[in-house]
């Protein structure tokens, strides 16, 4: 059976939140863990399967290469109907790309003549307006993304950001267009391809704004942009499964565990609330770098103590900015980093030893982390915790992971969390 719809996704976090938005929109998804072999099969009766790069940042002809063979995997295994590339829709890229250089090479193998790019996520505040992206309701390059170590982002425009990374000519596709509905968004993005415009970047302001894109974008080869469009085209396309088949259910012998890897300002008050009902083990980094066993076997045996808690204990690396700045100046910014992710590896190993098979997870590396050490290939998407938070199942063993981006969720997201554990 053909699947409707294969996501190449270029970070981990990313994959699960567009998987986590048609998902919520009745589709039964897939999230393969990096670029399928040859040998892999893809998984029966599912409507869409996200394969998750870690390609954002790399030189752009890698990137480039990985999604290539990630298109043909999903064009001849899981012979996709429709191909999408998802990036953050923060628009996260530089001159050097990758968005464009990625979708220029996505547009030639699938025979496209032009891509719409949809970056916006309403339900998380991310909008554009005259392909200006605003974030919280603030300007893109005003938003603190202007700061961003690796991909700072000092313009909002859109057509500007992109033009450098592509060969072809960038375009938008204004609100009041889409605002007319699916007919008038087909015409004019006709009228776009007539003057030789082959990216298009949509204007979103509403959640309601998505839906004539979405129809009007239904039988296109190639999509781009971030998790609303996807959503929207699950709601329009009928799954192909049953309700039954799209249900998760948790282990009967439940052992939960928290850990949180990101220093994000929401993490930081994400720790905060939670540690006022829950045990939680601050990690030291100076013993993290140590790369002491004995420090992992006592964290590990603090935590199998509080496993029958009413709440999960947590294990906890999060700082506030002042603490973060004084570490990386001790330490340095990528050794302390570095340690604390690998003491990570080694504890999410003693807690699968353990019996632990219940991580919640906050941070998009320390995610990565977890599910490199579980030795997951497949999840199995299921409910959202939060907009872009679903909880996950390993196809292969049954472990069920919820992997937060830093950002993500309210102040009481592990509280929360485990509401559906219960």
Not at 30 to 46: H, K, L, W, Y
Not at 279 to 295: K, N, P
Request: aromatic share 6%.
């Amino acid at each position: 059976m053909s699947i409707q719809l294969g996501v190449i996704a270029d970070d981990f976090t990313g994959a699960t939140d567009i998987a986590s938005f048609m998902s919520d929109s009745g589709w039964k998804v897939v999230q393969i863990i990096g670029e399928p072999s040859i040998d892999t099969v893809c998984p029966a009766d599912v409507d869409a399967v996200v394969i998750s790069l870690k390609s954002r940042s790399i030189p752009a002809e890698i990137a480039v290469k990985q999604s290539l063979a990630c298109l043909r995997w999903l064009k001849e295994t899981a012979q996709a109907r429709q191909i999408y590339f998802k990036y953050c829709s923060t628009f996260d890229s530089t001159p050097e790309g990758n968005i464009g250089q990625v979708s220029d090479a996505l547009m030639a193998a699938c025979g496209a003549q032009q891509v719409v790019h949809c970056p916006a996520l309403p339900q998380n505040l991310r909008t554009v307006i005259h392909a200006h992206l605003f974030v919280n309701g603030r300007l893109l390059n005003q938003s603190g993304m202007e700061n961003h170590p690796i991909n700072p982002m000092r313009d909002a425009n859109l057509c500007h950001v992109l033009a450098p990374q592509v060969t072809g000519h960038v375009g938008s596709l204004n609100l009041a267009v889409i605002q007319q509905g699916t007919a008038a968004v087909t015409q004019q993005l006709t009228v776009l391809a007539g003057q030789g415009i082959n990216h298009v970047i949509a204007d979103t302001l509403t959640v309601n704004d998505l839906a004539p894109l979405a129809h009007a974008l239904a039988e296109q080869p190639l999509l781009a942009g971030g998790s609303g469009l996807a959503g929207s085209l699950a709601k329009y396309l009928p799954s192909q499964t049953t309700a039954a088949a799209r249900a998760l259910s948790f282990p009967v012998q439940k052992k939960t565990v928290v850990l949180s890897g990101s220093c994000s300002v929401m993490t930081n008050r994400q720790v905060t609330n939670y540690r006022q009902f829950a045990a939680h083990f601050a990690l030291d980094v100076e013993r993290c770098i140590s790369a002491d066993s004995a420090y992992i076997h006592q964290i590990a045996d603090w935590v199998e103590q509080h496993l029958a808690d009413l709440f999960a204990p947590l294990v906890s690396a999060t700082q506030p900015p002042a603490e973060i700045s004084a570490i990386q100046q001790q330490y340095g910014e990528q050794r302390a980093s570095l340690a604390v992710e690998e003491t990570f590896a080694q504890l999410t190993r003693q807690l699968l030893a353990r019996g632990v098979n219940i991580f919640i997870v906050a941070g998009g590396e320390t995610s990565g982390t977890v599910v490199n050490q579980l030795g997951v290939n497949i999840l199995e998407i299921g409910k959202s915790i939060a907009p872009g938070v679903p909880w996950v199942r390993d196809a292969q063993h049954g472990l069920m992971m919820a992997l937060k981006s830093g950002n993500f969720g309210n102040e009481d997201f592990f509280r929360l969390a485990q509401e559906y554990v219960a």
